[in-house]
T-cell receptor, first 118, second 112 residues
Framework: GAVVSQHPSRVICKSGTSVKIECRSL??????MFWYRQFPKQSLMLMAT?????????EQGVEKDKFLINHASLTLSTLTVTSAHPEDSSFYIC??????????????FGQGTRLTVV | LAKTTQPISMDSYEGQEVNITCSHN???????ITWYQQFPSQGPRFIIQ???TKVTNEVASLFIPADRKSSTLSLPRVSLSDTAVYYC?????????????FGGGTRVLVKP
C-alpha cells in the first residue's frame, strides 16, 4: 500500500530557531498533502492544506508566517516552524492521498514528528 | 464536512468484541465513512472504510445502516495491543483536495 514518510521523527530545538519537517509520499504522487498538529490527549487538528506548485491553504487561527509550507514536488511537502517557542511543542503529522491509484479513497499518514522547543 | 460524534472512551477485556458507534447525522451523498486507529506518538493508521451496508476486512467490520447517519466499528476478540484511540471520519474521499477533519475519537482501553 501507499506509504507516507516523515522526517525527523523527533526533534529538539532551542527557542527562537526554525525547524523543518519533511513529508514524502514514497510510492505515489500527491498533489495535495495535509498538515496536522496534535497536543497530548487531544485529537488531530488540521493546520493547512499543502498544494503542489501553489500556496498552501491555512486553517483559521494558524499563522501562515510562522508555519511555512512548501510543496515543490509531487512527492515532498515541508513544514517549517519559524522562530519556534515552547508553545509550539507538539506532535506534527502529515497526510496524503493517492488519488490516481486503486487506494484513492484512503488517506495515508506519516509517522509523525515530535517537536520539543526548549 | 459532516461532523462526527463518538463516545470519549470505552473499556473492554481481552477476547471480547468491542463496538464503537459514530453518529454523523449530516453525512452527504458523496461521503465515505473511514475509521482510523492511533497509538501514542504515531500517525493514524487506516482500519476500514465503507459507504453503505457492511464491510469486513481482516481486522474489523463496519456496519452502516441504510440512512448512513451512523456507523459502528466492530473489533472482534480484542487484545491488549488494540488499546488505542479510534477515529471515525466522514468525507468525500474522491476529491483530491478534500480535507479530513478529526473529531474527538474514542479511547479504547483493553484490560487483561
Amino acid at each position: 500500500g501507499a506509504v507516507v514518510s516523515q522526517h525527523p521523527s523527533r526533534v529538539i530545538c532551542k527557542s527562537g530557531t526554525s525547524v523543518k519537517i519533511e513529508c514524502r509520499s514514497l510510492d505515489f504522487q500527491a498533489t495535495t498533502m495535509f498538515w496536522y498538529r496534535q497536543f497530548p490527549k487531544q485529537s488531530l487538528m488540521l493546520m493547512a492544506t499543502s498544494n503542489e506548485g501553489s500556496k498552501a491553504t491555512y486553517e483559521q487561527g494558524v499563522e501562515k508566517d510562522k508555519f511555512l509550507i512548501n510543496h515543490a514536488s509531487l512527492t515532498l511537502s515541508t513544514l517549517t516552524v519559524t522562530s519556534a517557542h515552547p508553545e509550539d511543542s507538539s506532535f506534527y503529522i502529515c497526510s496524503a492521498r493517492d488519488t490516481t491509484g486503486n487506494l484513492k479513497t484512503e488517506a495515508f499518514f506519516g509517522q509523525g514528528t515530535r517537536l520539543t522547543v526548549v | 464536512l459532516a461532523k462526527t460524534t463518538q463516545p470519549i472512551s470505552m473499556d473492554s477485556y481481552e477476547g471480547q468484541e468491542v463496538n464503537i458507534t459514530c453518529s454523523h447525522n449530516n453525512i452527504a451523498t458523496n461521503d465515505y465513512i473511514t475509521w482510523y486507529q492511533q497509538f501514542p506518538s504515531q500517525g493514524p493508521r487506516f482500519i476500514i472504510q465503507g459507504y453503505k451496508t457492511k464491510v469486513t476486512n481482516e481486522v474489523a467490520s463496519l456496519f452502516i445502516p441504510a440512512d448512513r447517519k451512523s456507523s459502528t466499528l466492530s473489533l472482534p476478540r480484542v487484545s491488549l495491543s488494540d488499546t488505542a484511540v479510534y477515529y471515525c471520519l466522514v468525507g468525500d474521499m474522491e476529491a483530491a483536495g478534500n480535507k479530513l477533519t478529526f473529531g474527538g475519537g474514542t479511547r479504547v482501553l483493553v484490560k487483561p
